[in-house]
């Protein structure tokens, strides 16, 4: 039996109807599911990768696509752990396959974590590559690769680029997709963390959607924010 038939059978062996009824109306009916909450995938995860060993990296990619062609968003799931098990042996020409995530079976739960915990491990590591894609993504109008230029800096702290966010905000800011202008805000939220004072000056000094600012601002002290 192949790796990703014999992860399927392990978390099938796991399935709840019930609580797949409740995951799958949470996420409005885009997906089926097995039915596993956040603990009993971790543990299934760790189980399995136990027994089995991981994927080799040089078959991730025909791995997801294969995981991504499944109906269960648990197989989806599965596959964002394993490419995080696997990352420190990325190379320049999985950006192809990190796209290919991005753009197919699209929702935030996927998205968000790809963005940060993947294709920001990328960026970080191939850094010559940043300008390029990130480029190519705003420009792409899929809303998705453009959310994930946006967020893929969450997690640098004092490591973010903020010329480059700036730079990538003031592209994508008059774009009317939800996703995108609640990324503007959570990216700079974020960083808010590490430099309130930029975050503060910057949002004053751009016309960003009254949702982007919202969430911009909600963690700088309340002594700098108007009554």
Do not use: C
């Not at 702290?157 to 003031?170: F, S």
Request: glycine content about 4%; cysteine-free.
């Amino acid at each position: 039996m192949k790796y990703i038939d014999q992860l399927r059978v392990a978390l099938q062996e796991k399935k709840n109807p019930e609580e797949a009824e409740k995951m799958s109306k949470y996420m409005r009916g885009q997906y089926e599911y097995f039915g596993l909450r956040a603990p009993i995938m971790k543990e299934t995860m760790k189980a399995f990768i136990k027994e089995n060993g991981l994927i080799a990296h040089n078959d991730l990619f025909s791995f997801l696509r294969e995981a991504w062609s499944m109906p269960e968003r648990e197989m989806q799931m599965a596959g964002l752990a394993l490419a995080d098990k696997v990352k420190k042996q990325m190379t320049l020409e999985d950006i192809e396959w990190i796209e290919f995530i991005i753009v197919n079976k699209s929702w935030w739960d996927t998205v968000d974590h790809i963005a940060k915990h993947i294709a920001g491990y990328y960026f970080a590591k191939f850094p010559e590559e940043i300008t390029p894609v990130t480029e190519r993504w705003i420009a792409s109008k899929n809303i998705w690769l453009m959310r994930s230029a946006i967020l893929f800096q969450l997690g640098y702290k004092e490591k973010t680029d903020h010329k480059l966010l700036a730079h990538i905000i003031k592209e994508t800011k008059y774009e009317q997709d939800f996703f995108i202008r609640k990324g503007i805000g959570w990216a700079l939220r974020e960083y808010a963390y590490t430099n309130e004072e930029w975050v503060w000056e910057f949002v004053h000094s751009e016309e960003l959607s009254p949702l982007s600012y919202k969430e911009a601002i909600k963690n700088i002290k309340k002594t700098k924010q108007p009554s």
